[in-house]
C-alpha cells in the first residue's frame, strides 16, 4: 500500500513561490504503473486538479494553472515535487499529493498541508 | 473547458437511498469516479470507472452512468456516510476535473 506525505513551508508570502514535496513510501516513484498528482482544496471550497507527472516525465498541468506550475519527479529520493510561482490569496488552500492509474482515479491520498499566502 | 454539476446538498433519511448527480456533456462517454470526503480529511476513492468499488468499501455504494449523467447511489445510508461527494472525469481538453461537490446528510 502506498503513502504519500507533503511537506514544505505552510505560509508563503503573496508575490513568491510556493514550493511542496511529496515523498512516496511503499513504493516506487520510478514504477510505470502510477501517475504522480496534485490536487488542492480552498477552505470551504471543493477540489482542483493541479497536475500530474508520469515517471518517465511526462506532464499534466491544469490550464488555468500552467502558465504558473513546474511539478518534477526526484527518483533518488522517490519524492515529486510542486512548485507554483506568483502567488496571491487565491492559492491559499490544503495542498494534497496522490496517485493514480492510467484511468485517472486517484487511489492514494496524502493527508494534505495547509498553504497559506499571506504577508 | 469540460465542467461538471452536482446538487449543493442530499438529504436522505437513516436506512434509506441517497442518489447523487453528477452532470456533464455526454458523461456517459467518459469514466467517473467518486469520493467521499469527511471533514479535515483526505478524499477517499469509493467508486471508480462508474460502477467499480475499491476493497474496503461496502457494497451499499454504487454508480452509474448514462447520457450527460453519472449518479452515485447509498443505499441503506448511515450516519457515517454524511460527508461531501465529489465526482470526477478525464476529459482531452481540461484533463483531471472534479465536480462542485455534494455535501449529504443523513437525517
Known amino acids: 500500500q502506498l503513502q504519500l506525505q507533503e511537506s514544505g513551508p505552510g505560509l508563503v508570502k503573496p508575490s513568491e513561490t510556493l514550493s511542496l514535496t511529496c515523498t512516496v513510501s511503499?513504493?516506487?516513484?520510478?514504477?510505470?504503473?502510477?501517475?504522480w498528482g496534485w490536487i488542492r482544496q480552498p477552505p470551504g471550497k471543493g477540489l482542483e486538479w493541479i497536475g500530474t507527472i508520469y515517471y518517465s516525465g511526462s506532464t499534466y498541468y491544469n490550464p488555468s494553472l500552467k502558465s504558473r506550475l513546474t511539478i518534477s519527479v526526484d527518483t533518488s529520493k522517490n519524492q515529486f515535487s510542486l512548485k507554483l510561482t506568483s502567488v496571491t490569496a487565491a492559492d491559499t488552500a490544503v495542498y494534497y499529493c496522490?496517485?493514480?492509474?492510467?484511468?485517472?482515479?486517484?487511489?492514494?491520498w496524502g493527508q494534505g498541508t495547509l498553504v497559506t499566502v499571506s504577508s | 473547458s469540460y465542467e461538471l454539476t452536482q446538487p449543493l446538498s442530499v438529504s436522505v433519511a437513516l436506512g434509506q437511498t441517497a442518489r447523487i448527480t453528477c452532470g456533464g456533456n455526454?458523461?456517459?462517454?467518459?469514466?467517473v469516479h467518486w469520493y467521499q470526503q469527511k471533514p479535515g480529511q483526505a478524499p477517499v476513492l469509493v467508486i471508480y470507472?462508474?460502477?467499480n468499488r475499491p476493497s474496503g468499501i461496502p457494497e451499499r455504494f454504487s454508480g452509474s452512468n448514462s447520457g450527460n449523467t453519472a449518479t452515485l447511489t447509498i443505499s441503506r445510508a448511515q450516519a457515517g456516510d454524511e460527508a461531501d461527494y465529489y465526482c470526477?472525469?478525464?476529459?482531452?481538453?481540461?484533463?483531471?476535473?472534479f465536480g462542485t461537490g455534494t455535501k449529504v446528510t443523513v437525517l
Open positions: 455526454n458523461i456517459g462517454s467518459k469514466n
Open positions: 470507472r462508474d460502477g
Open positions: 496522490g496517485t493514480h492509474s492510467s484511468s485517472w482515479y486517484i487511489d492514494s
Open positions: 470526477q472525469v478525464w476529459d482531452s481538453t481540461t484533463a483531471n476535473v
Open positions: 511503499g513504493g516506487s516513484i520510478s514504477s510505470s504503473n502510477y501517475y
